[in-house]
T-cell receptor
Framework: GAVVSQHPSRVICKSGTSVKIECRSLDFQATTMFWYRQFPKQSLMLMATSNEGSKATYEQGVEKDKFLINHASLTLSTLTVTSAHPEDSSFYIC??????????????FGQGTRLTVV | AQSVTQLDSQVPVFEEAPVELRCNYS??????LFWYVQYPNQGLQLLLKYLSGSTLVKGINGFEAEFNKSQTSFHLRKPSVHISDTAEYFCAVSDLGTNAGKSTFGDGTTLTVKP
């Protein structure tokens, strides 16, 4: 149980275009999802907390208009990188918390999306 | 605010030797503690977690970790490593309650197992 799937696993896009990354909880309903970014050889940095039916909460320094997060259903959150540039190239990972596993102890991670902007 | 310090950025070790990956954390509140492993271009796989209770936690693939509250440490150990253990390892802390799952990660330790 507690499987989180990301799609696509890899994407290459042209500079100036937008790209959407999906994060799905496959066997549970996730009211809260988290989006992380990981640069090569570096750690994971939390970008935002995505709550179903409400606006995402962004971490300091993360551009809200650049990284659009939509959590329209209990099993799907999307991250859209708008007007992507080469510096946005990174590994993006989502995680989801299963509210049925109360008290909450952890979130479950997707397999990540490698974004390359050329 | 929380922080996690992984004391070794790279740990080379020979196959079948023991290994310890060190992790210290700082937090003004109680936290959950985790160790994850990441293989190239893949997501995170949970090795083990400490929530409460026994300070010695056993995880998958023969790994274990010991929580030391006084030293605010959560070191990961394995008595005998395999080539397949070569990967990046991350220590992480997470808030309790409504912020559980929102994690702060260390910078990672690259474990390289040599034949």
């Amino acid at each position: 149980g507690a499987v989180v799937s990301q799609h696509p696993s890899r994407v290459i896009c042209k500079s100036g275009t937008s790209v959407k990354i999906e994060c799905r909880s496959l066997d549970f309903q996730a009211t809260t999802m988290f989006w992380y970014r990981q640069f090569p050889k570096q750690s994971l940095m939390l970008m935002a907390t995505s709550n179903e039916g409400s606006k995402a909460t962004y971490e300091q320094g993360v551009e809200k208009d650049k990284f659009l997060i939509n959590h329209a259903s209990l099993t799907l959150s999307t991250l859209t990188v708008t007007s992507a540039h080469p510096e946005d190239s990174s590994f993006y990972i989502c995680s989801a918390r299963d509210p049925s596993r109360h008290p909450y102890t952890e979130a479950f991670f997707g397999q990540g999306t490698r974004l390359t902007v050329v | 605010a929380q922080s996690v310090t992984q004391l070794d950025s790279q740990v080379p070790v020979f196959e079948e030797a023991p290994v310890e990956l060190r992790c210290n954390y700082s937090s003004s509140v109680s936290v959950y503690l985790f160790w994850y492993v990441q293989y190239p271009n893949q997501g995170l796989q949970l090795l083990l977690k400490y929530l409460s209770g026994s300070t010695l936690v056993k995880g998958i693939n023969g790994f274990e970790a010991e929580f030391n509250k006084s030293q605010t440490s959560f070191h990961l150990r394995k008595p005998s490593v395999h080539i397949s253990d070569t990967a990046e390892y991350f220590c992480a802390v997470s808030d309790l309650g409504t912020n559980a799952g929102k994690s702060t990660f260390g910078d990672g330790t690259t474990l390289t197992v040599k034949p």
